[in-house]
Nanobody
Framework: QVQLVESGGGLVQAGGSLRLSCAASGRAFNSYVMGWFRRAPGKEREFVAVISWRGSTTRYADTVKGRFTISRDNAENTVYLQMNSLKPEDTAVYYC?????????????????WGQGTQVTVSS
């Protein structure tokens, strides 16, 4: 069983930055693909970014490419999402997720464990 705990959300003005963290339990963290997803009010869950177990491969949604950066520290069992140049449309609950099989996948249905989410609100 893997537990994921997100932190770092909050209220920020448009153009500002936030750094989300996701701390994972368990010894096998360094073998998991880790992803960030978000859900805005009244909308479907949306892929944001994914990073391979070694950190050598990353993928981003077109809507965040160039503004967000995903990274991981396997020694600390933590994955990060640095969010810069935030826009009001980035407002959502952000979730981290762990995938125990190979493949930096953008399909949330292919992830095995999810955190409880952290709210990000960007004011205009």
């Amino acid at each position: 069983q893997v537990q994921l705990v997100e932190s770092g959300g909050g209220l920020v003005q448009a153009g500002g930055s936030l750094r989300l963290s996701c701390a994972a339990s368990g010894r096998a963290f360094n073998s998991y693909v880790m992803g960030w997803f978000r859900r805005a009010p009244g909308k479907e869950r949306e892929f944001v970014a994914v990073i391979s177990w070694r950190g050598s491969t990353t993928r981003y949604a077109d809507t965040v490419k160039g503004r967000f950066t995903i990274s991981r520290d396997n020694a600390e069992n933590t994955v990060y999402l640095q969010m810069n140049s935030l826009k009001p449309e980035d407002t959502a609950v952000y979730y981290c997720a762990a995938r125990t099989t190979l493949g930096a996948n953008s399909d949330g249905d292919r992830y095995d464990y999810w955190g409880q989410g952290t709210q990000v609100t960007v004011s205009s």
